[in-house]
């Protein structure tokens, strides 16, 4: 199937959220100023999407075809072990955001001005969740996203984009030299039907993250993971790359 874009995505900064995870008080001169560039935002933002709904030719020990390209990951392969389709994907918050937060002139906007792109990119993609769950009919999903653990190293990044097709003329997303993407608020991966949640999370030891969705097992990746393949060892597969939204 042809990639299909979304574009624009709905999004919805919700101020109370934000103040809590930041310790903002209302009434405050921060949450005044958050409130105003959290009404800019609202109004500026456009984020979008391009996925790809794919159907799984091949199942090796550490990798899948997905019409006809090679994605490899011992993990990925394990988590798709009863999966028949996937949904590739990158989701942004878009470079109307990312030029607005940049642009802040002060430390304290440039600050706030990021976490609200970061808000808007998180309620864009629960927005094209939803709108992929209800089109496919399609009821628990995990996902994965490269770079996120080394199993599945940032180099996949290139597969999937090459997968995906025309994502920096679709929506404005490209990989830099180290294959991060700008905008910066952006997110990859592989969206898949799971009767078990799974997040990387659960593979990553990293002590303190923000961004995390799932308490560490370290028992995980021995009992479920580590199958006959050699090539997915415990010390590849455990070391997470912090730097990237997963
Ligand atoms: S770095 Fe954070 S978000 Fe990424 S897998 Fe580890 S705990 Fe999860």
């Given at each position: 199937?042809?990639?299909?874009v ?11 959220q ?26 500026i ?13 091949e ?41 607005w ?38 009821g ?27 994502v ?11 294959l ?33 969705r ?24 455990s ?8």
């Amino acid at each position: 199937m042809d990639a299909v874009v979304l574009n624009p995505l709905p999004f919805q900064i919700v101020l109370p959220q934000l103040f809590q995870t930041f310790r903002v008080r209302e009434g405050s001169a921060t949450a005044e100023e958050v409130g105003r560039l959290a009404a800019e935002a609202q109004a500026i933002g456009r984020p979008k999407a391009i996925y790809r709904l794919g159907f799984i030719d091949e199942k090796g020990a550490d990798y899948v075809v997905v019409d006809g390209v090679k994605f490899t990951s011992r993990i990925l392969r394990v988590n798709l072990d009863s999966a028949q389709r996937v949904f590739a994907y990158v989701v942004t918050s878009g470079w109307e955001l990312e030029t607005w937060a940049r642009s802040q002139e002060d430390l304290s906007a440039l600050f706030w001005a990021d976490r609200l792109n970061q808000a808007v990119l998180g309620s864009a993609y629960g927005a094209f969740q939803t709108q992929l769950k209800d089109f496919y009919q399609i009821g628990q999903t995990s996902r994965m996203n490269p770079g996120s653990l080394a199993d599945w190293p940032l180099e996949q990044q290139n597969v999937l984009f090459g997968y995906l097709g025309q994502v920096q003329a679709a929506i404005g997303v490209e990989l830099t030299e180290s294959l991060l993407m700008t905008p910066t608020k952006s997110v990859s991966g592989i969206l898949f039907p799971s009767e078990e949640t799974f997040a990387s999370c659960q593979l990553c030891p990293r002590p303190v993250c923000p961004n995390r969705r799932a308490p560490y097992d370290p028992v995980l990746l021995e009992t479920k993971y580590r199958g006959q393949d050699p090539g997915a060892s415990a010390t590849e597969t455990s070391a997470a790359r912090p730097e990237i939204a997963h």
